[in-house]
């Protein structure tokens, strides 16, 4: 395929995406609403801090209050699952997230189980796992969920599509594969699952329509290992050293990028793809849940 590819641009639809959500936002203040979103911090996780400060920048430019809570990398469960029964019960908050990982003395299911369901704007209570399997309305994890809005507003449609998703992480693989089967608009696709036991995975991925890489492992899907004119979704983002950059390192994604973007009809970068997307997805349900709650 000689044609350049189509750049899926998750930049552009965040962008777009927030500017609907200030007219939300600006609707529910009329009523008196501003929609809360807490975010825990535990410890002193260099990427964690990232994107804890970004999600605070995103909640200001959209007109969500954020409420930041930092705890000690020492916190002790009982002291987290204190303070997140009492933002259960703040009316000023709708939406909580716990920032992950968290420190080994914390057992990570126990406190999501936690969070009331009406205020897991992450998607990782039981509840909404349970609701989104079964296709109720309930909320879904902000990064599929970026993915799905990124391949709907750029006109592919997953329905009657073969789906290959690999990597089958609570995180990505399996709320998207979920998603994607369901009966319902924005999926309806034939979606198959790959991961490290998979056998044969080249000749699984070449049968993709849509392809999406969510394994942690750069560069990881090879142009041979793509299907010529398949769309391709990378949610990858891994640090690799690069003396040539001031930092010492550059970010690329789990799709080998140069080599298979001249073969795909359409694919995301890293950065600038999917990422942009999970913090607005995150806005989303935020507004969502306060909108729920009056």
Do not use: W
């Amino acid at each position: 395929m000689a044609k350049k590819p189509r750049i899926i641009d998750g930049k552009k639809v965040a962008n777009r995406m927030r500017a609907e959500m200030i007219g939300e936002v600006a609707a529910l203040a009329k009523r008196k609403i501003t929609p809360g979103l807490a975010v825990i911090l535990v410890g002193d996780n260099p990427a964690s801090q990232v994107y804890v400060r970004m999600k605070g920048k995103a909640c200001a430019e959209v007109g969500v209050n954020s409420f930041e809570h930092r705890l000690p990398k020492t916190c002790t469960e009982r002291r987290l699952l204190n303070l997140i029964a009492k933002l259960n019960a703040d009316k000023r908050v709708h939406g909580i997230l716990v920032q992950l990982p968290l420190p080994k003395q914390i057992n990570e299911q126990k406190v999501l189980n936690a969070v009331d369901p009406d205020k897991d704007v992450d998607g990782f209570h039981p509840v909404n796992v349970g609701k989104m399997l079964n296709g109720e309305d309930a909320f879904v994890p902000c990064t599929p969920h970026g993915c799905q809005e990124l391949l709907l507003r750029y006109g592919y449609d997953p329905a009657g599509k073969h789906v290959v998703i690999v990597g089958r992480s609570n995180i990505v693989g399996k709320p998207l594969a979920a998603m994607l089967m369901q009966k319902a608009a924005g999926a309806n696709a034939t979606v198959t699952i790959c991961h490290s036991r998979t056998k044969n995975l080249p000749s699984i991925t070449k049968q993709a329509d849509i392809l999406i890489a969510a394994i942690g492992v750069p560069e990881f899907v090879k142009a041979r290992m793509v299907k010529e004119g398949a769309v391709v979704i990378d949610v990858g983002v891994n640090r690799i050293e690069d003396k040539s950059k001031k930092s010492g390192y550059r970010l690329v994604g789990d799709v080998d990028f140069n080599g298979v973007s001249k073969k795909v009809k359409a694919i995301t970068p890293v950065p600038g793809g999917v990422g942009p997307m999970t913090i607005t997805m995150l806005l989303k349900n935020t507004i969502e849940a306060a909108k729920r709650k009056k």
